[in-house]
């Protein structure tokens, strides 16, 4: 069975420090990747999303950025984090024809 | 207007109670729907997929309609462990290859 992995569980970090969050899929080959961003008692905004390794799409202009160095990992990262990017990190995958997604267990992020 | 919208609640009722989400979607293109349900401070999980007309799982029920955009969910015989935020989402189909969330739905069941 599959499963997705993610870490770290909770990160607090200084305004301007760097970023990088790790997400690895286990038990499937070539799934599409998403990174999703939850704010405080608000919805999912998707971020970036990746169909294949080097092949990334994003879908807000802001300070971050994705990679996807291998098949089944997608990277999340920041230069420098701004008070606006504390939130809760969530990746997910899917491969279904009707794109049903399957999320990681998150990372929640405090910019201090 | 939002490209899908939900009232975001709370729903509070008695355990044993039944009770309904709906949800509107502003794409007529849209191609498949979904919940999930949240608990808090976790990650979302797929509840229920509704292809066609819809379909029912134990004592969850999601019906489509699209000629109005709309979807829901039914809960029978509410339990407490039902408490949680429920998630309309769409598969808009624009390219994307992503799903479009709402805002999600909080239901508290009380004893």
């Known amino acids: 069975s599959q499963t997705i992995h993610q870490w770290p569980a909770t990160l607090v970090q200084p305004v301007g420090s760097p970023l990088s969050l790790e997400c690895t899929v286990e038990?499937?080959?070539?799934?599409?990747l998403y990174w999703y961003r939850q704010a405080a008692g608000r919805g999912l905004q998707l971020l970036f999303y990746?169909?294949?390794?080097?092949?990334i799409s994003s879908e807000v202009p802001q300070n971050l950025s994705a990679s996807r160095p291998q098949d089944r990992q997608f990277i999340l990262s920041s230069k420098k984090l701004l008070l606006s990017d504390s939130g809760f990190y969530l990746c997910a995958w899917t491969l279904g024809p009707h794109n049903e997604q399957f999320f990681g267990p998150g990372t929640r992020l405090t910019v201090l | 207007r939002k490209e899908v919208e939900q009232d975001p609640g709370p729903f509070n009722v008695p355990e044993g109670a039944t009770v309904a989400f709906n949800c509107t979607y502003s794409?007529?293109?849209?191609?498949?729907f979904f919940w999930y349900r949240q608990d808090c401070r976790k990650e979302p999980k797929l509840l229920m997929s509704?292809?066609?007309s819809g379909n029912e799982d134990g004592r969850f029920t999601a019906q489509l309609n699209r000629a109005s955009q709309y979807i829901s969910l039914l809960i029978r015989d509410s339990k407490l462990s039902d408490s949680a935020t429920y998630l309309c989402v769409v598969n808009m189909d624009t390219g994307r290859r992503a799903l479009t969330f709402g805002s999600g739905t909080r239901l508290q069941v009380q004893p």
């Open positions: 038990g499937t080959s070539n799934p599409n």
């Open positions: 990746s169909v294949g390794i080097g092949q």
């Open positions: 509704v292809y066609s």
């Open positions: 794409n007529s293109a849209s191609q498949s």
